[in-house]
């Protein structure tokens, strides 16, 4: 669980960390595979969300997923690329975020990915929170901390808490 002075001092920044899905790229699950190299080579991303014809979050797709076909016995080609569909080859198990307000799954979920994809409760694509995203905020909350809280260290409070008490009880 996160510390509420850090929670609050974050969320005070009022910056959006979501990226508003018409500002991502993303490609259709029954694109072909050269398309979406195309698509990836030119926006210079490694992995973008994949959807469907109605706008929901299907998965994802990366280079490397793209790369791992046109690798033959005899080198490397493109000519699969024209006849496979993203479809075949995403990831589908991504976590995905439906509570933009859940600070805690979203720092979770980006240890190990740089975007978390931000859909509504009907698995609709709403944009992506980034790594890059909440590296802002806390840089903002490393910069504003101390203007809202003072931070002792545990042992200081420990301390602080039994003077208290001895002045107390004398």
Do not use: C, W
Request: no cysteine.
């Amino acid at each position: 669980m996160i510390d509420k002075p850090i929670e609050t001092v974050m969320r005070e920044s009022k910056r959006d960390i979501l990226i508003p899905a018409d500002l991502v790229a993303t490609v259709n699950e029954d694109n072909n595979l050269q398309h979406v190299f195309l698509v990836l080579t030119k926006i210079k991303y490694a992995k973008i969300p994949v959807l469907d014809k109605q706008n929901h979050f299907k998965g994802l797709v990366s280079l490397s997923m793209i790369a791992e076909q046109m690798l033959q016995d005899t080198g490397i080609t493109t000519r699969p690329l024209e006849s496979m569909k993203v479809k075949q080859v995403m990831q589908k198990k991504v976590p995905t975020i439906y509570e933009r307000d859940n600070l805690e799954a979203i720092l979770r979920y980006l240890e190990d990915e740089n975007f978390l994809p931000y859909v509504d409760s009907n698995n609709e694509f709403k944009g992506i929170i980034t790594r890059r995203e909440i590296f802002k905020e806390l840089n903002y909350l490393a910069h504003n901390f101390s203007k809202h809280y003072i931070a002792l260290p545990v042992y200081m409070q420990s301390k602080q808490k039994l003077a208290g008490k001895a002045s107390v009880s004398s």
